[in-house]
């Protein structure tokens, strides 16, 4: 279906029997993939999801950084939990399986740009329609968030997290972005911008932590949980 397509049938009248048979069908998908997700992913242990561009070529620093990043954060004792695709994903998951952790894929249907990696444990890489579905299991079953470089759908993933903390629907998980030079353009107009005008509060800027090295970033999750007085192996 062509672009103009959808937006033609989003205007045309549809009876209710037309209606109530595609949308049925549709919850019964969405109930399926829960039902997947929920099944496979509860048994995944403590893991810290790596978001970032698909785009992103083995050969870049960030492509380097992040497999440093998982390769240590599964010999903290996390497993590693990806959007399953090329790019940063795919160097997420390589780090995690040079070092025998937990990979773990939740690659998403596109018609174009993603399949999934071949870095992923098999029983352990999960495939959805519906972006939705996807980014709960990302922040229901992660214990941190490390967000590299990346477009749009790392800015979502990213806000996602940081409003679910930000509203107490989730616990205060460490969130940690990678590249001061990518990050600081958008972080100085949150602060400069949307702290000024009143629409975000001073104490959710504490909610992000930007380093610049896989040092850096695994010691902010590890900090946090020393903080708690809790290890990996909870």
């Known amino acids: 279906m062509t672009d103009e397509d959808k937006i033609k049938r989003a205007f045309q009248d549809r009876d209710w029997n037309e209606i109530k048979t595609h949308d049925s069908w549709v919850i019964f998908k969405v109930m399926a993939e829960f039902v997947e997700g929920f099944e496979k992913m509860a048994k995944i242990g403590p893991c810290v999801s790596v978001f970032g561009s698909a ?10 950084m992040a497999e440093e990043i998982a390769a240590k954060l599964v010999r903290h004792g996390y497993g590693v939990i990806t959007g399953g695709g090329p790019g940063i994903m795919e160097a997420g998951n390589k780090g995690a399986k040079s ?3 937990k990979s773990v894929g ?9 399949g999934s990696n ?5 029983d352990k890489l999960i495939s959805f329609d519906y ?11 992660s214990q941190g968030f490390v967000i590299m470089p990346g477009g749009f759908g790392t800015l979502d993933e990213m806000f996602e997290a940081i409003t679910l903390i930000q509203t107490n629907k989730i616990g205060k ?4 972005l990678v590249g001061k030079k990518f990050w600081a353009g958008l972080f ?17 800027l504490d909610l992000i932590n930007l380093v ?15 903080k708690y007085l809790l290890t990996p192996n909870f």
């Open 99 to 101: 070092e025998n952790g």
């Open 212 to 226: 610049d090295t896989p040092e850096e970033a695994v010691k902010v999750i590890d900090d946090f949980y020393s």
């Open 106 to 114: 939740l690659n998403i249907e596109l018609p174009h740009e993603q």
């Open 188 to 204: 100085d107009w949150v602060r400069d911008v949307m702290l000024t005008e009143g629409n975000i509060s001073s104490p959710d």
């Open 131 to 141: 972006f939705f579905v996807r980014k709960v299991m990302f922040v229901k079953y």
């Open 118 to 122: 071949v870095y992923i444990d098999p």
């Open 173 to 176: 998980f460490p969130i940690v």
């Open 55 to 64: 785009r992103t070529k083995p050969d870049h620093p960030y492509y380097k």
